[in-house]
């Protein structure tokens, strides 16, 4: 894992004693609300609902113990006991009281945190596969990249007001799993043919009010060239983003008003100029930073075999764990949806937990992925009923992954002061419909995906079954959509018709599912039906 | 009738204004009439209360009844914890929010 180094630290400290000042003074009344609020917003706290919400930002998904331990101390400390793991790999407490943010941003910085930039128009929290340095089919661990960008965007003084907020992605296999596709920049990490590392870059894509799939931009950007290059796409959005009009200042709007080919040309004109400045940096930093995400000492003699003779583990072990790159090895999902839970929620108790099954199973790592689960990356075969043993006391051993019960919501309007309905009852409710695990399993994957209202935090835009809460005439109302996807297949998901109240929409997801258990072809999943088959069985069996 | 509420600047609780300061019971909350401007002016300036707003409301019995569902879910807490919520967790309490 990536190190801070002095100037790291001394760059969060010196925000500390900012943030504190800053705070004094609003509490003082030297500073209005409205003076106030664009600095707490850079430091990541909001007001919402009930009360401030802070959040804090895991650079590319990938955590410590020892971080995990903090968090959990934050959550009994200063919070109500437990935190929420976000679609964008942060983390959220929701029960912070002003006077106590810069004590909490101090007890972060000790453990090489900070919540910097997790709000504002500016280059966010850069995302990545939660599998990175662990996955069989990875090309190379993107994390490297990924802090590369974190230290390059980092009060980069040219983007810290931007038309609009920033986010890019970073993965190095041809399995997506981060909804590269569908941030402002994605970037994948490939070879060339003359087997040179370098990047397809990605630009425009998003969900939001205006879902849009990113267009390639970069067929191959040199791996020596990856921050000017990145430098010039920003330029030009700053240059030409609409500022007139927020809910057109995002660069997929750019993008695609000027068309992909046109906005790839001014990239190219700009990058002709900005790659003279000398900003990328000397291989040497690079390796710098390269080298701290060296792989674990793993054990080159641990077994392959697994005894399954438990029938409880056996199916976790199905559904949880996927392939490691070592032999011996893998990578353990540890699953945040319990039937009926609040998806994303994690009480301090299980964070402590789970950083202490981090710590001596996993050579101290773990990590969030943007489905909103905790990962477990390098796990010796021989420790996994050890592990499944210990997750199950604590209600941590669902087996969902990737079923219809693993389904990503934002906080909804239980938290959340810009959403317009709930979000986690309808996740419970679905959840609890299906929560015989036998039906889920026959059902195969499902990726079901449910935001309250049109920013889209709850990626529904890119479920195969997607829930968008809206306020009708005061009322709650869902809209159902189907065929969005985040994977390497990326597309948005299509609204199929009129929408439905809380109860209703389960209803409707349970007729969807029923209709895509009558048609499918063997081996196929419910995003291949709906792809082979259109809207129209669905239409007809839900609506009648 | 129209009732003022918001958040408490330091500890960010959801406080209504009762016509002498502000209460975390909705059902303390006064109708402000036409005067809502001017208390808030007054009260956000006092640093008393933060992002403050005026809201229609309902009175039922002994009880004040926000109108739109986001307030209701803002003068009890988030309906999927009920251990959170500021009133006793009794179900039969929590009916009037959805």
Redesign the interface.
Known sequence: MYRYDDFDHGMVAARVDEFREQVERRLSGALTEDQFKPLRLMNGLYLQLHAYMYRIAVPYGTMSARQLRKLAHIARTYDRGYGHFTTRQNIQFNWIELKNAPDIMAELASVEMHSIQTSGNCIRNTTSDQYAGAAADEMTDPRPWAELLRQWSTFHPEFSYLPRKFKVAVIASAEDRAAMRLHDIGVEIVRNEAGELGFKVFVGGGMGRTPMVAPLIREFLPAANFISYLEACLRVYNRYGRRDNMFKARIKILVHEIGAAEYARQVEEEWAHVKTLGLDPPAEEFERIAVQFAPPPLDPEAPDELDLGDPDFRVWVDQNIVAHKAKGHAIVTISLKPIGGIPGDCSADQMDLIADLAERYSHDELRVTHAQNLVLPHVAKRDLYTIWQALDAAGLATPNLDLISDIIACPGLDYCALANARSIPVAQKIAERFSSLERQRDVGELKLKISGCINACGHHHAGHIGILGVDKKGEENYQLSFGGSGAEDASVAKIIGPGFSEDGVVDAVEKAVETYQALRDPGERFLDTYRRVGLQPFKEAIYG | MRILTG?D??????TWWTGEGWSLHVDEATDVADKADAILAVE?AA?RV??AYAIDATREGGHVRP????DR??AI?????PD?ALAPADPADRDWVI
Request: cysteine-free; charged content about 20%; hydrophobic content about 30%.
């Open positions: 958040n600047l330091v500890t960010g609780q959801v956000q640093r933060n992002g109108d739109h569902i986001k879910i803002r807490g988030p309906t999927v914890r959170l």
